[in-house]
Each structure stands twice: as C-alpha cells, then as structure tokens.
Nanobody, 126 residues
Framework: QVQLVESGGGLVQAGGSLRLSCAAS????????MGWFRQAPGKEREFVAA????????YYADSVKGRFTISRDNAKNTVYLQMNSLKPEDTAVYYC???????????????????WGQGTQVTVSS
C-alpha cells in the first residue's frame, strides 16, 4: 500500500513558477512509475507528466512540454513537478499517481495508476 501526499500548490501570476512535491509512503518507491495529472473545473482529469524508474525516462503532455519538468528523488520517496512559464490555463487541481511496475516504463493513462494523492490546487492569475 502506498500513500501519496502532494504539496507546493498555490496562487501565482502568469509567467511565474511553482514546484509541486509528492511524498510517498511505503517501500520500493524506486519500482513505482509516477505520474502527475490535473483537473480543471468542469473538465476531465488530464495527463501532465510521467516518470519511470530512471530519471531520464520521462514523458509529457504537449501542453506542458518545455515548461514543466518531472523528476524523482528515490532516497526521499518523492517526485517533483517543476512548473515554469505558467499560464492561466494551467489552473487546476494537480494529482500525483503511482503504480508499481516490473520494468522501467511509464503510463500516461489515468486508469493504469492505482494509487492517488488528494490533490493540490494551482491557480495562475492573468
């Protein structure tokens, strides 16, 4: 069983930056694929970024590519989402997700993740 706790959300002006953190409990964190998703009011949850076992195995939604960076620190059981050049359309609740995998892969489909955090609000003002 894994518990995920997100932090780092808040209110920021357009063009600003935020770094989200997701702390995971439990063992074998390094064997988990980690993902970030977001959900804006009235919209479906959408994929943002994912990272496999290794730091270089990452994948991004086109809408955030070049602006967001996902990373992980296995010693701290934590995954991060550095968000730069934020836009008002980035406003959403951001969720961390996890799934233990037998290989260094990533998922960009929400249904494939079986552990979720409670979410953290990110609001970008224009």
């Amino acid at each position: 069983q894994v518990q995920l706790v997100e932090s780092g959300g808040g209110l920021v002006q357009a063009g600003g930056s935020l770094r989200l953190s997701c702390a995971a409990s439990g063992r074998a964190f390094s064997s988990y694929v980690m993902g970030w998703f977001r959900q804006a009011p009235g919209k479906e949850r959408e994929f943002v970024a994912a990272i496999g076992w290794s730091a270089g195995n990452t994948y991004y939604a086109d809408s955030v590519k070049g602006r967001f960076t996902i990373s992980r620190d296995n010693a701290k059981n934590t995954v991060y989402l550095q968000m730069n050049s934020l836009k008002p359309e980035d406003t959403a609740v951001y969720y961390c997700a996890a799934r233990r995998t037998p290989a260094d892969i990533y998922y960009y489909t929400a249904q494939l993740y079986n552990y979720w955090g409670q979410g953290t609000q990110v609001t970008v003002s224009s």
